[in-house]
C-alpha cells in the first residue's frame, strides 16, 4: 500500500502494538503435534503478536481478518466477544450506495467519500479545486493546503455572507440561486466527479443541479446540466456528482457553476468545498463484503445477523453482476474512467517517460498498481465469493426455520455455482499466459501486463480458481523449478526475504497510476510492490502448496518462515532486526519500503491460519462444520484447542484415522458435518466418563448429522 497514512490508523496501531506486547493469555488457542513442540510454540507467539490488531478495518480486509479474529476463544481481555461485536457492528453498517456499491470505509480524504482516499483533484494536472474550510477534513498531505476565498465567485439571485468556521455561507435571496466558479481549465477525464461540501436550511424541495461550459460552448445552458439531491441539516455532507455519466461532460471544462434549484426564496446554504475528484471506489469490496458476512455467520451462527444482511449480501453481489458486466463477460470487466488497467506512467519508443494524469487508478490492496478493465484480481475474488454466497442460500434453503428474507433478491445456489464454473473457465483462457505460464493483469486494449505477480498467482490456486494444470505450473515457477525468462527474481531468488515469495518477480517501472512518477529510482525489493514482500500472502502460499503439493511440502515452507521469525524475536522485533544491518526496508505508519510486516499490514495476521483452515481442513458453516484434515507425513495427530465455533468451544485432535472433538457448553440442535469420503462411525462420552454410541447418519450428499447432544467428546473413526 502507499505510503501515506492517517492518522487516526497510526493512532489504532499504537494501540494494537501495545496489546501485541503483553503475555500470551493462557486460553489463547494452542497448535500441538507431538515432537513439534518448539516451532509450533514460536507460530503461536507470531500469531499473538498480530491477534489483537485483527478486528474489522477498511472493507478490503472484511475477510482476510474474519478468517483470524473470530474463531480463537480467547475469554481473557474479552478478546472473542470484542470481536465478535466489533464484526457485527461494522459489518452491519458497511455503507451500500443506492446501487449496491459496498464502501470501501478507509480513512479521510479528499477522494472519492466511498472510495480509496487517493488519487485526489491536487494531484492532477487539469483539476479544479476550492475549499472555503478544512474543518473535519483530513490533514496536509491528503489535500492542498491554501483555503480559497469566494472573492472571484459570481453569484445570483443570492447573496454572500461570508466564510464562517464551516465555509462560505450563502443567503438565498431569489428562487433559482447559483454560484458560478471562477474560471478553470478541466479535463473530464481527470474529473469523473465532481464533489460538493454542503449543508442548507430550507432547501428540502430543492433540485440542485451542475452546470458547465467548454471552449466549444462558452455559454451556460440547460443541455449541460446535472441534478443531484439537496442536503438540509446541520452536518457538511459530502456528495460525489458522477458527472461522467452526462453524454456532454466531455472536451475543455471552462466554467461550473452550481444552481441550487430553489422553487422560492428565504433559504441558505454552507459551501465546504467544491472540487473535482478522480473515480477510487474499489471494484472488490462487494466480494470481500460478502466473504465477511459469510465467514462472521458460519462462525457465530447470528440468525438475526444474516437476516439484517442477507439482502445486502445479495444486492452486493448483484451489482458486481450489473456494474461490471460478469454474467456477460463472465469475467469483472471494469469500466470506471481511469480504471481502464492501463498505466498512468508510459515511455515512447525512444525512453521518453510520459506521465497520463488520470490513468492507472488502483482497485484493490495493491494500490498502485492499475489493474482494472478485465480485472483478473477482482475475478479471482468474484469466484470466491459465488461459492460462499451459494453456500449460504443453500444454508437458508435447509433451515427454512431460519425465517431468511428470500424474494426478488435471493439467488439460485445452482445457478450461482455454474456461473462460478463459467467465470473460472473464462478465467483461466482470459488471464492465462501461455509463455510464462501464470496469470497476469489485462486492460481495456487487451494488452497483458505480466510482471510475475505472486500474491495473484498463489491466491488463485487457493481459492481453486486456477485449474490443476495451471496451479502446478504457478508452483512449479514460485518454487524456482521453472525459470521465466526475462524475470528479474528467478530461482532461489524469488524467496530471497524468506518470510514470502517476493510480490513480484519482473522490475516494475512502468505499469502504475500517474502520480507514481518515479518508480525507476526505487531499487527492485525496495518497493512492496516491485520485488518486495508481505508476511501475511504467505497464507496463499501455504495453501497453495498443501492443494498442490501437498501437507510436507506446506509444512516446509511454515517452517522456513517459523526459523526466520525465530532469529527476528532474538533482534528484538521487525524494526530491529531489519535496522539496516541486513537487506531489507520496512514500510508503516508513513514511510516507505519493501517489507509489509507490521503497522498497517494486519494481514500477518493469516499465517498462522493454516493450522485450522489447512493442515485441520476446518471450515465452519451456517449448520455445521466440515473437517478434511491434511497432515504431513511426520505428525502422528495435530490438536487445536480453544475453537470458538458458534456458542460451543472445541477442542479438536485429528490422526489419519480418527476426529476428536471435545467441547465445552451444549446445544439443542446437532450440526451437519462433511467428512473426508469414506465410511465414519461416531462414539461419544459424557461429561461423567459414560461412553454413547452416537449417531451418525446421512441426510444429503456428503452431509451428515452428529447427534451430539449431552456430550463433551465425540470421536469419528474411519471404519
Known amino acids: 500500500m502507499w505510503v501515506l497514512w492517517s492518522m487516526t490508523l497510526v493512532a489504532a496501531l499504537a494501540v494494537a502494538g501495545a496489546s501485541a506486547s503483553e503475555q500470551i493469555p493462557d486460553d489463547f488457542p494452542r497448535f500441538q503435534v507431538p515432537g513439534r513442540e518448539k516451532p509450533l510454540d514460536t507460530l503461536r507467539r507470531l500469531f499473538w503478536l498480530h491477534y489483537p490488531g485483527a478486528g474489522p478495518k477498511a472493507t478490503l480486509w472484511d475477510e482476510w481478518l474474519s478468517l483470524a479474529s473470530l474463531w480463537p476463544a480467547v475469554d481473557t481481555g474479552g478478546y472473542a466477544d470484542s470481536f465478535r461485536q466489533q464484526w457485527k457492528q461494522v459489518l452491519s453498517a458497511r455503507v451500500i450506495d443506492a446501487e449496491g456499491y459496498v464502501a470501501t470505509h478507509q480513512h479521510a480524504s479528499i477522494a472519492h467519500p466511498l472510495g480509496w482516499p487517493f488519487p485526489f483533484w491536487n494531484q492532477g494536472r487539469r483539476t479544479a479545486g476550492w475549499h472555503f474550510s478544512f474543518k473535519d477534513t483530513v490533514g496536509p498531505g491528503w489535500r492542498t493546503d491554501k483555503l480559497s476565498t469566494p472573492d472571484d465567485w459570481q453569484v445570483l439571485h443570492a447573496e454572500s455572507a461570508g466564510v464562517t468556521e464551516e465555509g462560505w455561507k450563502v443567503i438565498l435571496t431569489g428562487a433559482n440561486s447559483s454560484v458560478t466558479a471562477p474560471p478553470c481549465d478541466v479535463d473530464p477525464y481527470e474529473s469523473p466527479f465532481l464533489q460538493l461540501r454542503w449543508k442548507g436550511k430550507g432547501i428540502e424541495d430543492a433540485q ?31 456528495e460525489a456528482i458522477p458527472m461522467y455519466r452526462h453524454p456532454l461532460w466531455k472536451g475543455d471544462i471552462t466554467r461550473l457553476r452550481i444552481g441550487f434549484g430553489n422553487p422560492k426564496p428565504g433559504g441558505e446554504v454552507v459551501i465546504q468545498a467544491f472540487f473535482t475528484q478522480y473515480d477510487t471506489r474499489h471494484n472488490i469490496n462487494a466480494q470481500n463484503f460478502v466473504r465477511g458476512c459469510a465467514m462472521y455467520f458460519w462462525w457465530t451462527r447470528d440468525l438475526n445477523f444474516l437476516r439484517q444482511n442477507l439482502n445486502r449480501m445479495r444486492l452486493a453481489l448483484r451489482y458486481l453482476m450489473t456494474e461490471h458486466h460478469t454474467l456477460q463477460e463472465k469475467v ?34 495493491w494500490d498502485l498498481l492499475p489493474f482494472g478493465a478485465k480485472d483478473v484480481y477482482a475475478t479471482v475474488h468474484y469466484y470466491d465469493a459465488l461459492r460462499k454466497m451459494a453456500e449460504i442460500e443453500q444454508e437458508v434453503i435447509r433451515n427454512p426455520g431460519w425465517n431468511m428474507p428470500r424474494g426478488v433478491y435471493a439467488f439460485d445456489p445452482h ?17 492465462w499466459n501461455p509463455q510464462t505460464r501464470r496469470f497476469a493483469p489485462v486492460d481495456a486494449d487487451g494488452v497483458m501486463h505480466d510482471y510475475g505477480f505472486t500474491f495473484l498467482n498463489l491466491e488463485a490456486v487457493a481459492y481453486d480458481f486456477a485449474t490443476p494444470e495451471h496451479a502446478r505450473d504457478i508452483l512449479a515457477w514460485v518454487c524456482g523449478e521453472r525459470v521465466v525468462e526475462g524475470d528479474t527474481a528467478q530461482g ?22 500517474w502520480a507514481w512518477i518515479s518508480p525507476e529510482g526505487i531499487a527492485f525489493g525496495d518497493q512492496v510492490q516491485d520485488g518486495g514482500a508481505v508476511l501475511g500472502f504467505s497464507y496463499y502460499d501455504l495453501m497453495a502448496r498443501l492443494k498442490v503439493r501437498g501437507a510436507d511440502d506446506a509444512w516446509n515452507r511454515l517452517q522456513e518462515i517459523l526459523r526466520w521469525y525465530e532469529e527476528v524475536e532474538r533482534a528484538g522485533g521487525y524494526r530491529k532486526y531489519y535496522d539496516g544491518s541486513r537487506p531489507g526496508t520496512l514500510q508503516g505508519g ?119 447432544r449431552g456430550l463433551r467428546e465425540v470421536v469419528l473413526a474411519r471404519r
Open 208 to 238: 440542485p443541479y451542475i452546470e458547465w461550459t467548454t471552449r466549444e460552448q462558452p455559454e451556460f445552458s440547460p443541455e449541460r446540466r446535472f441534478y443531484f439531491s439537496p442536503h438540509a441539516g446541520d452536518t457538511i455532507h459530502y
Open 332 to 365: 469483472v470487466d471494469t469500466r470506471w474512467v481511469g480504471h481502464e488497467g492501463r498505466s498512468g506512467v508510459r515511455y515512447t519508443p525512444d525512453g521518453k517517460k510520459q506521465i497520463v494524469h488520470g490513468s492507472g487508478v488502483g482497485n484493490n490492496y
Open 415 to 431: 445457478e450461482l455455482l455454474k456461473h462460478a464454473e463459467e467465470v473460472k473457465a473464462a478465467g483461466n483462457r482470459l488471464f
Open 492 to 513: 532461489k531468488d524469488i524467496y530471497f526475504w524468506r518470510f514470502a515469495p517476493r510480490a513480484s518477480t519482473r522490475r516494475n517501472i512502468d505499469y502504475y497510476f
Open 590 to 708: 508513513g514511510t516507505a519500503g519493501g517489507l509489509g510486516l507490521d503497522m498497517e499490514f494486519f494481514e500477518s495476521v493469516l499465517v498462522p491460519q493454516v493450522m485450522l483452515y489447512g493442515f485441520l481442513g476446518f471450515q465452519p458453516t451456517g449448520d455445521g462444520f466440515a473437517i478434511d484434515p491434511r497432515l504431513p507425513s511426520g505428525w502422528e495427530s495435530l490438536r487445536i484447542d480453544r475453537i470458538r465455533w458458534q456458542g460451543l468451544t472445541l477442542a479438536i485432535t485429528v490422526t489419519p484415522t480418527a476426529i476428536r472433538i471435545e467441547k465445552e457448553g451444549d446445544s439443542d440442535e446437532a450440526p451437519l458435518v462433511r467428512l473426508p469420503a469414506g465410511s465414519w462411525r461416531a462414539t461419544g462420552k459424557t461429561a461423567n466418563g459414560e461412553q454413547r454410541q452416537v449417531n451418525l447418519r446421512m441426510v444429503g450428499q456428503n452431509l451428515r448429522r452428529l447427534e451430539w
